[in-house]
């Protein structure tokens, strides 16, 4: 059984993998039946990135392109691009710090969709920059078929992002989300009609965007804003506001500096411990 207070875990690179490679040794010794998935999952890695590189074409390995190639391009792609595992890493550590639900690392890396959606979309995104668009549009494709997450590879999303249980995520292909955001399930970043060219919206640091939400149009969210569950954002949001309603409209202050990061979503609330 897990206790109710979490460890303080380090961010450091070394010490995130070796906190892994501890948790896969106790899991196994606990659940027995699990050894072959974890031993594949995570014990018989050298590295972080061998081991996401190895999730990534587990899952998204299908008859039209098999495991043994997606796992080729994933290594190329964590060996040339080293801030694709520095973005994993803040990825992996933002569930851990913001999910009450997640109380070791290895949940994410072997069991949590959000967190595994996120580095294929990282890893399209990198095809996508490459100019290997089309490749880029099948991993996106296979994303959305295995995870129910939809995220045009060529949306610019940053660090430390929590997509919490990311059941029908949609993010444009305009769409542009900063550090240390969180979101979770059924939100849409998405456009207002037929229009061409830059028509997602940009989220600033920090956002909480609730479940449920949709915010529509080339319209900018502020650093450190909240978005209730539910919500129609149709218009700016300035930073630090709760935004709530369809349309949304601003209903106060977010209540704490980092809403991210305490992901309290009661409206009124005046402190997000």
Same mark, same amino acid.
């Given at each position: 059984?897990?206790?109710?207070?979490?460890?303080?875990?380090?961010?450091?690179?070394?010490?995130?993998?070796?906190?892994?490679?501890?948790?896969?040794?106790?899991?196994?010794?606990?659940?027995?039946?699990?050894?072959?998935?974890?031993?594949?999952?995570?014990?018989?890695?050298?590295?972080?990135?061998?081991?996401?590189?190895?999730?990534?074409?587990?899952?998204?390995?299908?008859?039209?392109? %098999? *495991?043994?190639?997606?796992?080729? #391009?994933?290594? @190329? +792609?964590?060996?040339?691009?080293?801030?694709?595992? =520095?973005? !994993?890493?803040?990825?992996?550590?933002?569930?851990?710090?913001?999910?009450?639900?997640?109380?070791?690392?290895?949940?994410?890396?072997?069991?949590?969709?959000?967190?595994?959606?996120?580095?294929?979309?990282?890893?399209?995104?990198?095809?996508?920059?490459?100019?290997?668009?089309?490749?880029?549009?099948?991993?996106?494709?296979?994303? %959305? *078929?295995?995870?129910?997450?939809? #995220?045009?590879? @060529? +949306?610019?999303?940053?660090?430390?992002?929590?997509? =919490?249980? !990311?059941?029908?995520?949609?993010?444009?292909?305009?769409?542009?989300?900063?550090?240390?955001?969180?979101?979770?399930?059924?939100?849409?970043?998405?456009?207002?009609?037929?229009?061409?060219?830059?028509?997602?919206?940009?989220?600033?640091?920090?956002?909480?965007?609730?479940?449920?939400?949709?915010?529509?149009?080339?319209?900018?969210?502020?650093?450190?804003?909240?978005?209730?569950?539910?919500?129609?954002?149709?218009?700016?949001?300035?930073?630090?506001?709760?935004? !709530?309603?369809?349309?949304?409209?601003?209903?106060?202050?977010?209540?704490?500096?980092?809403?991210?990061?305490?992901?309290?979503?009661?409206?009124?609330?005046?402190?997000?411990?």
């Amino acid at each position: 059984m897990h206790s109710a207070t979490k460890e303080p875990l380090s961010a450091d690179r070394d010490a995130i993998w070796s906190q892994l490679r501890q948790e896969a040794r106790m899991a196994v010794s606990d659940e027995p039946l699990l050894g072959s998935l974890i031993h594949a999952g995570l014990l018989h890695h050298q590295s972080f990135e061998a081991a996401l590189a190895y999730r990534f074409s587990l899952k998204l390995a299908s008859g039209e392109m %098999s *495991e043994q190639i997606l796992r080729e #391009i994933a290594d @190329a +792609a964590y060996a040339n691009a080293p801030e694709l595992g =520095d973005a !994993a890493r803040a990825d992996l550590m933002a569930v851990y710090d913001r999910d009450p639900a997640t109380h070791r690392l290895l949940q994410p890396v072997l069991f949590f969709k959000g967190f595994q959606a996120l580095q294929a979309y990282r890893m399209a995104h990198w095809l996508w920059l490459q100019g290997r668009r089309d490749l880029a549009y099948f991993v996106q494709m296979r994303c %959305s *078929e295995c995870f129910g997450v939809d #995220i045009h590879p @060529a +949306a610019r999303i940053g660090t430390g992002v929590m997509i =919490d249980h !990311a059941h029908s995520i949609v993010i444009g292909e305009t769409a542009c989300v900063g550090n240390d955001v969180s979101m979770l399930h059924s939100v849409t970043l998405g456009g207002t009609g037929k229009e061409d060219g830059d028509r997602h919206p940009k989220i600033g640091d920090g956002v909480l965007i609730g479940a449920g939400a949709k915010v529509l149009g080339n319209i900018r969210v502020g650093r450190h804003s909240r978005i209730a569950a539910g919500s129609v954002v149709l218009h700016e949001v300035p930073p630090c506001k709760t935004v !709530a309603g369809v349309p949304a409209r601003v209903i106060g202050d977010a209540g704490c500096p980092e809403p991210s990061h305490s992901m309290n979503q009661l409206l009124g609330a005046d402190d997000c411990r």
